[in-house]
């Protein structure tokens, strides 16, 4: 009777783990941005390019490319919203800085024929917004005469939000 127990709890144990091990399979856990966060690197990216008296429009989107915040100063021009949005969008969705994918089709190791995709803004001005390898969303920034300009202020909205990335 002793073994037919012991064998029973064995079985019983391995239907356990292996039920864990496939409910684990069948969810994820990520981290993302709080909208507090987001829209305190918004601000920051925007005071940025205010004090280097530049009128822009500033989007940080989630780790899923979803708009969480968009901030755009009244003298903004037309297509800001939607650049700052694709610019934000790009560094997502290659997973890397706008101006770095810029530097990458000019140097040749990029298809040039990607800038052609839907949505895809290959400007500069777009940062990922990630920690320890997380991917944790992006900004994108759109208005200032060109997108070295426009990356500063991204870079200061990043900045800004830091000290509360690191976890």
């Known amino acids: 009777m002793r073994i037919v127990s012991r064998s029973l709890l ?3 144990s391995c239907v356990a783990v292996v039920s864990s091990a496939h409910a684990e399979e069948a969810t994820v856990t990520y981290k993302s941005l709080t909208v ?43 297509p800001a919203n939607t650049t700052a949005i694709n610019k934000a969008w790009t560094a997502i969705g290659f997973r890397n800085d ?18 052609d995709l839907p ?24 208005g200032a005469p060109g997108g070295d300009k426009d990356e500063k202020c991204a870079r200061a909205g990043i900045d800004a939000i830091r000290d509360k990335l690191d976890f």
């Open 98 to 115: 706008t101006s770095q994918l810029v530097s990458s089709i000019k140097n040749g190791t990029l298809d040039p024929r990607l800038a």
């Open 119 to 142: 949505r895809v803004t290959m400007l500069g001005g777009g940062l990922k917004i990630e920690t320890a390898d997380t991917l944790l969303g992006a900004i994108g920034v759109s």
């Open 36 to 78: 507090d966060v987001a829209l305190e690197a918004a601000r920051a990216a925007l005071q940025q390019c205010r004090a280097d008296g530049y009128q822009v429009s500033v989007a940080v989107l989630d780790r899923f490319g979803e708009t969480q915040v968009l901030l755009r100063d009244r003298y903004t021009g037309l």
């Open 10 to 12: 064995c079985a019983l």
